[in-house]
């Protein structure tokens, strides 16, 4: 199994850009697709951006797409996630999001608050 720990998060003004980072523990890192999700206030756990365990194919939800960017460093085992031209409904607990490709599992980390205010 692995371990996820988010760090990173924190508050901008609207407009500004915040970087997040996952590190993940155990073995095999590259049997994972890793992801982001966000779970506003008041509102469901909702998808941010995922990559592919070599990393060479991405997918972000239509809400961010052009502002975010989602990268991995398999030698190091981390998945960050580039958060620019940030707005006040970004503000959200963010989730990494691990999954075993091979026995469908997943992991989740426990979470980290962005603040974007206005």
């Known amino acids: 199994q692995v371990q996820l720990v988010e760090s990173g998060g924190g508050l901008v003004q609207a407009g500004g850009s915040l970087r997040l980072s996952c590190a993940a523990s155990g073995r095999s890192f590259s049997s994972y697709a890793m992801g982001w999700f966000r779970q506003a206030p008041g509102k469901q756990r909702e998808f941010v951006a995922a990559?592919?365990?070599?990393?060479?194919?991405?997918d972000y939800a239509d809400s961010v797409k052009g502002r975010f960017t989602i990268s991995r460093d398999n030698a190091k085992n981390t998945v960050d996630l580039q958060m620019n031209g940030l707005k006040p409904e970004d503000t959200a607990v963010y989730y990494c999001?691990?999954?075993?490709?091979?026995?469908?599992?997943?992991?989740w980390g426990k979470g980290i608050l962005v603040t974007v205010s206005s």
């Open positions: 990559i592919s365990r070599s990393g060479d194919s991405t």
């Open positions: 999001n691990a999954l075993e490709v091979t026995t469908m599992k997943t992991y």
